[in-house]
């Protein structure tokens, strides 16, 4: 192999040369893999075996140092854990100070008094509604929270920075808030034309005759939205 034999066979493992001769069996074999090894000198032409117990010893002591660099290794290893953990959490103190700066600059800083527009869901709107409502910022809670009010009341819920977006017009500034709660359903219900939540749609496939038929049932004319092309009665 790349231009030498390939070396294979007893003289390549770790039985001692001068147990070769002597093996003439599988029991020799085993026997010699089994039995406990003792450490061959070799100095010219004499062959000095080194006895069991000494190499017991030397092994022993070598153990030790071994043992006595790994303790010595432990506080460096420790030191080094806490130097790069010190390092991480610096990383992500600098990593949210970005965030939080170029969150600033998305969403400027809402100050009491001033007037935001809350995004509606669209579960909670029709198409020619209102996309946003307006309201008043009364109190800010534990720094990431706001509490919102209008003209019908205070919304029920708090509201977090990203809910909502500031106007370029403080529109409320001056606007009286009553102390009553309402939510975001109830709010958007008095201002909708229509005077009741936006989608609803139905699936019906027989021209929506009956009240099983879901706008039917809430008195509300079929839209682009139910049943796709079929035929409909109720538009």
């Known amino acids: ?38 450490n061959i000198v070799e100095v010219g032409e004499i062959d000095q075996e080194v006895e069991i117990d000494d190499a017991i010893e030397t092994h022993g002591e070598t153990k030790y140092v071994e043992t006595r660099d790994v303790e010595n290794e ?14 991480s959490l610096i990383g992500l103190q600098k990593q949210a100070r970005q965030m939080l700066q170029m969150s600033n600059k998305k969403m400027p800083i809402v100050l009491i008094g001033q007037t935001v527009k809350i995004k509606i869901p669209e579960v909670d709107q029709s198409k020619i509604d209102a996309r946003t409502l307006m309201a008043k910022v009364l109190q800010v809670v534990d ?7 209008k003209k019908a009341g205070i919304h029920s819920q708090l509201f977090t920075r990203n809910q909502f977006t500031l106007c370029e017009e403080n529109i409320l500034e001056s606007a009286i808030i009553p102390d009553n709660e309402i939510g975001i359903q109830q709010a958007v219900s008095q201002l909708c034309l229509t005077g009741r ?11 929506c005759v009956t009240n099983r038929c879901k706008c039917r049932s809430k008195n509300v004319l ?14």
């Open 1 to 38: 192999m790349f231009g030498n034999k390939m070396k294979m066979g007893l003289a390549n493992s770790i039985i001692p040369k001068n147990v070769l001769p002597g093996l003439q069996t599988e029991e020799d074999l085993e026997a010699a893999l089994t039995e406990p090894k003792a």
């Open 74 to 87: 432990i506080p460096v290893r420790t030191q080094k854990i806490k130097q790069h953990r010190e390092e």
């Open 143 to 149: 720094a990431d929270f706001y509490r919102l009010g």
């Open 197 to 207: 939540q936006g989608l609803i749609r139905c699936d019906c496939l027989k021209k």
């Open 222 to 235: 079929c839209n682009s939205r139910c049943h796709s092309s079929q035929a409909c009665t109720n538009n």
